[in-house]
């Protein structure tokens, strides 16, 4: 096993890194301060800890970063960008691109390698910041949507409720269709403006281990249906970002990982007091509460808990999947990948930030709206 890329003061660095994200991320905080709660009402059973989710999950959050280290995304986007001669191409260029990167890199990787990407063409050629950089994090929450694995909220509704993979995108399938058709009619209208040939950078893609984690990705998609224990998939991420760099490990979303325990506790514990079960059940009675339901309270504690929370409570996986997804949209809470947007954007960008806050928040508003119509008809269709 070779740590000849291993620097240890690097190493510290990331290790500070995942130490004050863990302290400072938002939704884990109050995930702690509402799991400390529940303590004092029940006590957590083992049976109610989704292992498999949690396997499943931090595999994921390993690969991706793999992906991630070996700049795979950077390389593709690089090439299109230097095919679009006009803002409108390069709108078109960089939200197809974020959608096919969300459905197998996941939303928040996809924005923060895109993001500053684009942002940097956008500075040296005085482009439009606004709707591009918003086209891009819908997009790549659009494309997550579509995979088991996009989300991490997606991998809990396949495991909980045992969905097979046909099933699955035979759901997400008609949602993708219906978001790229609205992405589409927005292309329309954005205006042409000039933009000069891009130079291809010069990035250089280890094909060996690019390959050899695309083999872990086939046998990580095994292991989230149960085709294959999913600790198998897990133990080749992990010995395979050793092999590539040991500071992959350092950069995976503990936060994320942490949360799902976390909330898996709080679940456990408040569906044992009755009163409780009485309200969440009055609330998930059927396919279209269960749908709203999520819709909403992914706008107030994100999707992923809100995801956990109603799917222990519930029976109607297809409504749940859509709302989580749609839910996402919204709020800056809604999805992770929007709080990343909103961060990236801040920091790259030379737009005012409050009316990029503004702007971004209407039309993110206006997605909800429309998504919401078009996956409540797909719930409604779903039933009938």
């Known amino acids: 096993m070779s740590f000849t890329h291993f620097n240890h003061d690097k190493a510290r660095r990331d290790a500070n890194i995942v130490r004050n994200e863990l302290i400072h991320d938002p939704i884990l905080r109050v995930t702690i301060v509402v799991t400390i709660i529940s303590l004092f009402f029940a006590r957590p059973r083992l049976a109610d800890i989704n292992t498999h989710t949690l396997y499943s999950v931090a595999a994921m959050l390993v690969l991706i970063q793999i992906f991630s280290y070996l700049h795979v995304l950077d390389l593709v986007a690089y090439k299109l960008t230097s095919v679009a001669d006009d803002t409108r191409k390069l709108n078109v260029v960089f939200t197809i691109l974020a959608t096919l990167a969300g459905m197998f890199l996941g939303n928040d990787i996809t924005v923060l390698t895109l993001i500053p990407l684009y942002l940097k063409v956008a500075k040296q050629f005085k482009l439009p910041q606004i709707l591009p950089v918003t086209l891009i994090g819908m997009g790549a929450n659009i494309g997550a949507a579509f995979t088991p694995w996009g989300n991490p909220h997606n991998i809990f509704v396949v495991s909980h409720f045992n969905i097979s993979p046909d099933v699955f995108f035979y759901w997400s399938l008609p949602y993708l269709i219906a978001a790229m058709i609205v992405a589409l009619i927005v292309f329309k209208f954005i205006p042409r403006q000039h933009v000069p040939t891009q130079t291809t950078a010069n990035i250089h893609v280890k094909r060996r281990?690019?390959?050899?984690?695309?083999?872990?990705?086939?046998?990580?998609?095994?292991?989230?249906?149960?085709?294959?224990?999913?600790?198998?998939?897990?133990?080749?991420?992990?010995?395979?970002?050793?092999?590539?760099?040991?500071?992959?490990?350092?950069?995976?979303?503990?936060?994320?990982?942490?949360?799902?325990?976390?909330?898996?506790?709080?679940?456990?514990?408040?569906?044992?007091?009755?009163?409780?079960?009485?309200?969440?059940?009055?609330?998930?009675?059927?396919?279209?509460?269960?749908?709203?339901?999520?819709?909403?309270?992914?706008?107030?504690?994100?999707?992923?808990?809100a995801t956990i929370l109603v799917g222990k409570f519930t029976s109607f996986a297809h409504a749940l999947l859509l709302g989580s997804n749609i839910g996402g949209f919204g709020s800056m809470i809604g999805s992770m990948a929007n709080m990343l947007v909103l961060k990236t954007f801040n920091k790259h960008a030379t737009v005012d930030k409050k009316t990029f806050f503004k702007q971004w928040t209407l039309m993110q508003f206006i997605g909800l709206a429309i998504l919401s119509l078009i996956g409540w008809a797909l719930v409604i269709i779903h039933i009938n």
């Open 209 to 305: 281990m690019t390959l050899l984690t695309v083999l872990a990705f086939f046998v990580f998609f095994l292991g989230i249906f149960k085709i294959v224990p999913i600790i198998v998939p897990l133990v080749i991420a992990i010995v395979l970002a050793l092999l590539i760099n040991p500071r992959i490990l350092l950069k995976i979303d503990y936060a994320l990982l942490l949360t799902f325990t976390l909330f898996f506790i709080f679940v456990s514990d408040i569906q044992q007091i009755p009163w409780v079960l009485s309200v969440i059940d009055m609330t998930v009675h059927s396919a279209t509460s269960t749908y709203w339901t999520s819709i909403i309270a992914s706008q107030f504690m994100s999707n992923v808990p």
